[in-house]
Structure formats: C-alpha cells, structure tokens
C-alpha cells in the first residue's frame, strides 16, 4: 500500500521559516520516472504546485517561489523535504505532498495536507 | 509560464446531466494534461493522465479529450458523489494548476 504524510508545525509567525516533511511507503525512488510534488492551497482558493524532486534528484521550482524554496530527499528514511523561507500570512494554506510513478502519468497518491497557519 | 485557464468557474446541474469543463493552457501541452476531483477537507483525486486516460479506479462515466491546447473532462452522467471541485493540470513544463470548476446540485 503507497501511502505519504505530511508533517510539521500548526502555526509558524511571520518570517519564520518553514520546514515540511513527506515520509512516505509502498514506493521508492529507485524506480525511474518517480518524483514527488509539494502542492498547497490557501483556505477557499486553487490548488498551487511549489517544487518538485526527481528519481535522478533533480529539482524543480514553482517561477513565483524559487527564491524561498528548497527540496530535498532523504532515501534512507523515505521523505522529502521542503523549506519555504520568510514566511507570510498570504502563505497559509493547506500543504500537500503526492507521488508521481512515472513520466507520463499523473500525481496518483496524495497525503492528507497538513494545514499551516502563519501568524504572529 | 504556461498559463491555465477553466471554464466555467461554477456549474450548476443536477443528477444524471452530462457535463464538461473546458481547460486551455496559454500555450500547447501536447497531451501532458492530468485532471482532479476534489471534495472540501480532502486531498485531490487523480482521475484522467495524458489527456484521456483514465485512472484506475475511476468509473468510466468520466472521459477526457483534446491535445495541444484546448482540453475537455466529460462526466456523462453525474452522479450525487461528483458534486465537488475539479481541477486540470500541465505537465508539459513544470506542473500548472488551472483554477478549478465547481460542478454543484442545481
């Protein structure tokens, strides 16, 4: 069974940085065309995609956010990781992490977001 | 960036309706489209991969056409569990969502 889950603090105060974690099961990056997508959504609004970490480690930034954002994989305890450096109240949201299995395919396992409130 | 443009932002309609949503992306995407359910206080679900693909799982009264920039999901008969949010996505050059359409009881 994939499953992937979301973790990290509740609420973080302006310019704070935030650092999210996606453990996840049932795959791994050793399967060539796997990446894993962080994707938010601010209460009421659309879904926004934020970075994207490759099987082959390469890495990929939303053009709006790149200066704040920072992915990163840990393949021995099946996670990735995202920063977002000076955080805003604009930026909360509700913030998912999903799994692509390959090149062609969609984002076809998500985890259940973790809600993030910036405020001070 | 490419840009994603839905249409409409609300539909109204009622059970049984055949509906489509029209998705068009600023620039051609060839078939590198992906489209999503949504309920409220729920992750997305992935329903149709590379334009017209269903996922599986997916009933097959959701269909999905087009290439290059215009894009279509079709739900033949809608059913009382399709009332949600959809979503379309490129993923020809990084990964864009199109601003979602509210299909709700009419």
């Known amino acids: 069974q994939v499953t992937l889950r979301e973790s990290g603090p509740a609420l973080v105060k302006p310019t704070q940085t935030l650092t999210l974690t996606c453990t996840f099961s049932?795959?791994?990056?050793?399967?060539?065309?796997?990446?894993v997508i962080w994707v938010r959504q601010p209460p009421g609004k659309a879904l926004e995609w934020l970075a994207v970490?490759?099987?082959?480690?390469?890495?990929h930034y939303s053009t709006s956010l790149k200066t704040r954002l920072t992915i990163s994989k840990d393949t021995s305890k099946n996670q990735v990781v995202l920063t977002m450096t000076n955080m805003d109240p604009v930026d909360t949201a509700t913030y998912y992490c999903?799994?692509?299995?390959?090149?062609?395919?969609?984002?076809?396992?998500w985890g259940q977001g973790i809600m993030v409130t910036v405020s001070s | 960036d490419i840009q994603m443009t839905q249409s409409p932002s609300t539909l109204s309609a009622s059970v049984g309706d055949r509906v489509t949503i029209t998705c068009r992306a600023s620039?051609?995407?060839?078939?590198?489209l992906a489209w999503y359910q949504q309920k409220p206080g729920k992750a997305p679900r992935l329903l149709i991969y590379?334009?017209?693909s269903l996922q599986s799982g997916v009933p097959s009264r959701f269909s999905g056409s087009g290439s290059g920039t215009e894009f279509t999901l079709t739900i033949s008969s809608l059913q009382p569990d399709d009332f949600a949010t959809y979503y379309c996505?490129?993923?020809?050059?990084?990964?864009?969502f199109g601003q979602g359409t509210r299909v709700e009881i009419k």
């Open positions: 590379k334009a017209s």
């Open positions: 996505q490129q993923y020809n050059s990084d990964w864009t």
């Open positions: 970490i490759d099987w082959d480690d390469d890495k």
């Open positions: 049932g795959f791994s990056f050793s399967t060539n065309g796997v990446c």
């Open positions: 999903a799994r692509r299995l390959g090149l062609l395919d969609g984002f076809d396992i």
């Open positions: 620039q051609s995407i060839s078939s590198w």
